[in-house]
Structure formats: C-alpha cells, structure tokens
C-alpha cells in the first residue's frame, strides 16, 4: 500500500497533472477525422509520440494514460512508449476498461465492460510498466436518469476494477462520469453527480478498497450544455467542491478531473477556481483529454513540419493547467505568445 500511495501522491505533485492520451481506435478516428488526418497505426503511433516528446512538459505532466495499443508502440527512436515516458519522470498509465455499452433492460443508459480476464491483462500490463490504471463509467442526466440500477451497477463494476488494480500493485484511478449533455440545471447535475458518488464510495468501501492508493476522475458540475442561462465560473467552482466535500473521503489523494467536452480555457479557469479556493483535503488536479490536446491537434494536421508548432501549444496548454493548479491562472495568459 505505500508504493501505491507513493505513486498516486506523485501522480498529483504540485504543479502537474495528468494527460489522457487513452482515446480507444474508434475515438482517435474521430480526432484525426477532425484535422482531416486518416487514423492509420501509423498516424496514431506519430500523434501520441508528439505528445510525449514534447520538451519540457514533464514540469506539468506526472502521468499519461496509455491505450491497449500505444503501450505497446515506441517511439521513432526505436524506444517503446513507456520507457521513454518513464526517462522523462512521467508515470506510464492504462485504461483497461473495454466502453460504455448498452445496459440490459435500461433503455438510455450503460454499463462499462472488462472485468472477466482482468486480473491477468494487469499482470501484462504491468510488465510493460504500467502503474496506474483507469476504470470510466458514463451516466446521463434526464427525468428519471440516472436509474439507481445503472448508478449502483457501475460503481459495483468500479469497484471490482479497483480492487483487482490493487491487488496487482497498480493505482486505480476511478471514473464516474456524468455526462454534461442536455438542458439541465446546475442543481440537477450536482444531485446526480453525490448520487453516483455515494454509491461509489459505498462500494468501494464494501469492496476493500484502499482509498489512500486510489485516485479519482470526476466530472465537474456544469450546467448542461444546451441548458439556457447555464452557471458561470465562481458557481461551477462552488457547487463542485460542494459535491465532492459532501461526498468524498479524505484519505483520496488527490481529485483528477476530466474535461468532459469543456473547452479547454473552461476546463482551466475552472480548476483554478476551486484551487483558489483552497487548500483542500485532497489534491486538486487534472486527467484531460480533449481540452489538454485540442490546440496541439489543430496546429499539427498531420504534417512532419508542423510538429514543433503543435508541441508548443501542447506544452502552452500543459503550463496552464500547471498554473490552474495553484490558482496562480489568469485568462490573459492565454494570450501570452506560445515560445519559438
Ligand atoms: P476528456 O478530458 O476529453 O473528457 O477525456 C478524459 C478521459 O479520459 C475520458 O475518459
């Protein structure tokens, strides 16, 4: 347990977070699609070694989580991708759930897959140098959702993921994610958000679960996306903390949010709000995807010249979030110029 608790305390470091870099192949199609860039083994392999060889960004980036595919590939020296994120200093992760699919009887809603043969792709997984893992289950917000069928299966699913995580020696980081999309209010997002929450901390609990070597990756509380008069910074801030406050231990480390389809200068301003609220009983931090990697995409459409430029907005975008983790971030800084 101390090595877990060292390594999920390392993964929240002052300053840094964590880059979500753990698109399934059906997800990174989409991203390439967007820059216009065909999703090849190739083109995925050159993408996520831009990303990882940027200079520098390991004074913000403590982690990254791999793919079933990128923690196999290597990057263009030859060098496979966990060893060359472990040089760096940064702790190479895996996501190991199989997706969200439809869950039995429960029209709208999920239930994550991938706990039969876990215990042994842990064992694989951490012989390529994994040390932490990561677990997502989605739930959405409408009249009578979430269902206390798919809120207390997933976090049993959560659980039995964790649990096996541990035993194999790797930090769990646990995945609730309320889905931010719809018309709803920012009360009606925060209710679901401490239901999902309690049942996962339940069972957790119940599941033996040590907290002190876990990590969680939440939602914020937004309004929905297509909601009218949706709640600002100050308001997202106050009613996350008040969520997580009501409905997270103590002994968890650190909260690594994902940005959920928030831009990325939300996703920062918001982090650094709560910080700024500080200081907390646990760390708070970030586990982006999208909103860590959307300029670093745009800049770089697949060309071999372009790569510089996308490592800059990548390593500008990475610095920013550092900033947001001290409440030391300021929207002006968004305009600083990204360094030749
Ligand atoms: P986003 O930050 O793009 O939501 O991705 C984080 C993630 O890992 C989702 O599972």
């Given at each position: 347990?101390?090595?877990?608790?060292?390594?999920?305390?390392?993964?929240?470091?002052?300053?840094?977070?964590?880059?979500?870099?753990?698109?399934?192949?059906g997800?990174?199609?989409?991203?390439?699609d967007?820059?216009?860039?065909?999703?090849?083994?190739?083109?995925?392999?050159?993408?996520?070694?831009?990303?990882?060889?940027?200079?520098?960004?390991?004074?913000?980036?403590?982690g990254?989580?791999?793919?079933?595919?990128?923690?196999?590939?290597?990057?263009?020296?030859?060098?496979?991708?966990?060893?060359?994120?472990?040089?760096?200093?940064?702790?190479?992760g895996?996501?190991?759930?199989?997706?969200?699919?439809?869950?039995?009887?429960?029209?709208?809603?999920?239930?994550?897959?991938?706990?039969?043969?876990?215990?042994?792709?842990?064992?694989?997984?951490?012989?390529?140098?994994?040390?932490?893992?990561?677990?997502?289950?989605?739930?959405s917000?409408?009249?009578?959702?979430?269902?206390?069928?798919?809120?207390?299966?997933?976090?049993?699913?959560?659980?039995?993921?964790?649990?096996?995580?541990?035993?194999?020696?790797?930090?769990?980081?646990?995945?609730?994610?309320?889905?931010?999309?719809?018309?709803?209010?920012?009360?009606?997002?925060?209710?679901?958000?401490?239901?999902?929450?309690?049942?996962?901390?339940?069972?957790?609990?119940?599941?033996?679960?040590?907290?002190?070597?876990?990590?969680?990756?939440?939602?914020?509380?937004?309004?929905?996306?297509?909601?009218?008069n949706?709640?600002?910074v100050?308001?997202?801030?106050?009613?996350?903390?008040?969520?997580?406050?009501?409905?997270?231990?103590?002994?968890?480390?650190?909260i690594?949010?994902?940005?959920g389809?928030?831009t990325?200068?939300?996703?920062?301003?918001?982090?650094?709000?709560?910080?700024?609220?500080g200081?907390h009983?646990?760390?708070?931090?970030?586990?982006?995807?999208?909103?860590l990697?959307?300029?670093?995409?745009?800049?770089w459409?697949?060309?071999?010249?372009n790569?510089?430029?996308?490592?800059?907005?990548?390593?500008?975008?990475?610095?920013?979030?550092?900033?947001?983790?001290?409440?030391?971030?300021?929207?002006?800084?968004?305009?600083?110029?990204?360094?030749?």
């Open positions: 347990m101390d090595e877990l608790e060292k390594t999920a305390r390392a993964l929240v470091a002052e300053g840094k977070g964590i880059l979500a870099a753990d698109e399934s192949t997800t990174i199609k989409k991203r390439l967007s820059i216009g860039v065909e999703s090849t083994e190739e083109t995925r392999r050159a993408y996520r070694d831009l990303l990882f060889t940027t200079d520098g960004v390991e004074e913000f980036i403590s990254v989580i791999l793919f079933d595919e990128t923690i196999r590939q290597s990057g263009a020296e030859g060098t496979p991708f966990p060893k060359l994120l472990d040089t760096k200093g940064i702790i190479p895996i996501k190991v759930d199989l997706g969200a699919k439809p869950l039995a009887l429960a029209p709208g809603e999920t239930i994550t897959e991938g706990l039969d043969g876990l215990r042994v792709r842990f064992e694989e997984y951490r012989g390529l140098g994994a040390r932490f893992a990561k677990w997502r289950g989605t739930y917000i409408a009249a009578d959702r979430p269902s206390e069928y798919c809120v207390w299966t997933n976090a049993h699913a959560l659980a039995r993921y964790a649990a096996l995580c541990q035993e194999a020696g790797l930090v769990p980081i646990v995945e609730p994610e309320v889905l931010m999309d719809g018309t709803h209010t920012l009360a009606e997002s925060a209710k679901a958000t401490g239901r999902v929450l309690q049942a996962l901390y339940t069972e957790l609990h119940d599941q033996r679960v040590d907290f002190r070597g876990t990590l969680l990756k939440p939602n914020m509380v937004l309004s929905g996306y297509e909601a009218a949706r709640a600002g100050d308001e997202v801030a106050d009613a996350t903390l008040d969520v997580l406050y009501r409905h997270v231990p103590a002994a968890v480390p650190g690594v949010f994902l940005s389809g928030q990325d200068e939300d996703a920062t301003a918001h982090l650094n709000a709560m910080n700024r609220r200081p009983p646990w760390q708070l931090s970030f586990s982006y995807g999208r909103a990697q959307a300029p670093a995409l745009k800049a459409v697949g060309k071999p010249e790569v510089e430029a996308a490592q800059r907005a990548f390593y500008h975008r990475a610095k920013l979030n550092g900033a947001a983790r001290t409440g030391m971030y300021a929207p002006e800084m968004e305009r600083e110029a990204v360094p030749a």
